[in-house]
């Protein structure tokens, strides 16, 4: 079945540096990746999605870029900001189901 | 942006008993799902409903649980009888479409059972 990788549980940064979370996917279908920000105590809300091949997809001064090849939708972010502080889960969809990763947590100190 | 509602927001329970957990999706969306997240760990997938049937369903959705949405009013997950397990936030999602189409979370229900 398919399935979501999520490497890094916790992460944890000072504000202003630049971000990496990594996600690799498995799937025996085309696959449209998602990004997935859950604050505290709220829904998750769409971060970004995907499913062109090495193109990059930006929002709210987030990026990321689909790698077929290597089968990553790693998320980026230049320079993080306390209100970046949030689970991110990293997500594949096929038909009608996502299947979510196991999620990393970071959090941005002043 | 669309909203999607969840009543109530807690709920307290003593296993064994039933419990409705209630989904007021966005108005126009077709597709409607159910996500269980323990506390701060993976969401994850239970069941998604369209055109009044479920579609699939996760080992998770037990034989325990089910949901209706009848007469296009609430989209409800049953759970009779409860055990110590279900304890968790349970999502509603909704969507127009299926596949790449964006799910909207309401905001969970979180279920404690004693």
């Known amino acids: 079945g398919d399935s979501v990788t999520q490497t890094e549980g916790l992460v944890t940064l000072t504000k202003g540096l630049p971000v990496m979370l990594n996600c690799t996917y498995q799937t025996t279908y085309s696959p449209f990746l998602f990004w997935y920000v859950q604050h505290l105590n709220e829904a998750p809300k769409l971060l970004l999605k995907s499913s062109t091949d090495n193109k990059r997809t930006e929002h709210q001064g987030f990026y990321a870029t689909l790698h077929k090849s290597s089968s990553s939708f790693h998320l980026q972010k230049s320079s993080v900001q306390l209100s970046d502080s949030a689970l991110y889960f990293c997500a594949l969809t096929r038909n009608e189901k996502i299947t979510f990763g196991a999620g990393t947590k970071l959090t941005i100190k002043p | 942006g669309p909203k999607v509602l969840q009543i109530p927001s807690h709920q307290i329970i003593d296993m064994g008993q039933m419990v409705t957990l209630n989904c007021d999706p966005v108005s126009n969306h077709l597709y409607f799902y159910w996500y269980k997240q323990i506390l701060g760990q993976q969401m994850e997938f239970l069941v998604n409903f369209y055109n009044g049937k479920v579609m699939e369903k996760s080992k998770l959705f037990k034989d325990q649980f089910s949901v209706e949405r009848p007469d296009g009013s609430y989209f409800t997950l049953k759970i009779q009888p409860t055990a110590l397990e279900d304890s968790a936030v349970y999502f509603c999602?909704?969507?127009?479409?299926?596949?790449?189409?964006?799910?909207?979370f309401g905001p969970g229900t979180r279920l404690t059972v004693l």
């Open positions: 999602a909704s969507s127009l479409g299926g596949g790449s189409y964006e799910q909207y």
